[in-house]
């Protein structure tokens, strides 16, 4: 997957947050330390860099780090006592029951597949806020609040709504999502010539944080979402004639 060039959106004595784009990842791998990723990036001219949260490789969207050890402190209370906000947008196989809801699921990792997580009575508490921007026959526009942080949530909540993210791998239908997976019998495949998939990572998108700074006042932000979800968005219109 192609990246997109790391936009600074904030910045400040003690924040910077940006705008990453999907296939890049937070902080180094664990096995592969020459892999690309935005701590790497970033600490070339902010060597004092700390991380403060993140989000999935193929998710888009915004991150902070903090410039230094107390606004690193200052954060971490801020999530620990639920007062960031982090809101998503995600693009969806199917439509919610109900216009607005939450989703209370306890999550943990699968004990059968390392890095996969499962919901679980005995797990992690996890709990999401789900709106619905816009909707087409089998399809929604999500917008999703969370007061918990855990791995993968959005992504195992959406799916345990019957609402999987187009093109999740791991917990959606299937890798990539198709012109011809929308239109199906419609379409009218090109002979000799491979279909280009609409887009290939998770449709999930970091839209919104806000938070306070150490004096007290919010900081926020937002990032609207990258080229590859807004064709699909575009595409989902025009196939519904929205």
Known sequence: MRSRKTEIVFED?????????????????????????????????????L?????????????????????QKHFTELLMSNKVEKIYHALCHNVPRTESGTIDIYLKEDPSKKGKIIAAKKGKKAISHFK?????????????????????????????????????????????????????????????????PLIYRQALHAFRLKFKDLSGKFIEVTSDVPKDMRALKNQLDKFYEI
């Open 13 to 49: 004595n003690n924040f910077i947050i940006v705008n990453k784009p999907p296939g890049l990842l937070v902080i180094p791998d664990r096995f592969d330390h020459d892999a690309a990723n935005l701590y790497h990036q970033l600490q070339s001219k902010h060597p004092e860099l």
């Open 51 to 71: 991380l403060v949260h993140r989000i999935d490789k193929f998710t888009s969207g915004l991150v902070c780090f903090a410039k230094n050890e107390k606004a």
């Open 132 to 196: 619905v921007l816009k909707s087409w026959e089998r399809f929604s526009l999500l917008e999703i609040k969370i007061e918990t942080g855990r791995t993968h949530q959005i992504r195992v909540h959406l799916k345990n709504i019957n609402c999987p993210i187009i093109a999740d791998e791991k917990y959606g239908i299937s890798s990539a999502f198709y012109l011809s997976q929308l239109k199906r019998k419609k379409y009218k495949h090109k002979k000799n010539v491979e279909e280009r």
